[in-house]
């Protein structure tokens, strides 16, 4: 119930923040792809208000982070899965070694115990 509460706590004012920094930027800006055109020459490019490049680029970058991050940890994952499955294996094989029936001990064994 805390992390819930704190979580509102954080997102209300968080997107409070957003919404009132797209109504004080919704001025249009051109926007051009093209670098080569120098600044005071008119190039064809379209109006978009700043808000949404500014959200565009914030959404692209936390993007490719975000692939980035899942590829580096792609032998983490694998090896995390291969742990698993050992576990799994070495369980099924001591819940079979404990309903096994009990075996007489070896000979041999209790010969180098008696010597002790």
Same mark, same amino acid.
């Given at each position: ?17 957003v919404l009132v920094f797209a109504l004080a930027n919704r001025h249009?800006?051109a926007l051009n792809f093209n670098p080569l055109v120098a600044p005071d ?35 983490? &994952? ?5 742990? +698993?499955?050992?576990?799994?294996? $070495?369980? @099924?094989?001591? *819940? &079979? ?5 009990? +075996?007489?001990?070896?000979?041999? $064994?209790? @010969?180098?115990? *008696?010597?002790?």
């Amino acid at each position: 119930m805390r992390k819930r509460i704190v979580g509102w706590l954080v997102l209300v004012p968080l997107c409070l923040l957003v919404l009132v920094f797209a109504l004080a930027n919704r001025h249009m800006v051109a926007l051009n792809f093209n670098p080569l055109v120098a600044p005071d020459e008119a190039a064809p490019g379209f109006g978009v208000p700043l808000f949404l490049v500014i959200y565009a680029v914030l959404f692209v970058g936390i993007s490719l982070g975000g692939l980035s991050v899942w590829f580096t940890q792609a032998g983490h &994952r694998k090896e995390e899965r291969r742990l +698993r499955r050992e576990n799994e294996k $070495l369980k @099924a094989d001591l *819940e &079979r070694s404990r309903r096994a029936p009990a +075996r007489e001990p070896d000979p041999a $064994l209790l @010969a180098t115990d *008696e010597l002790v």
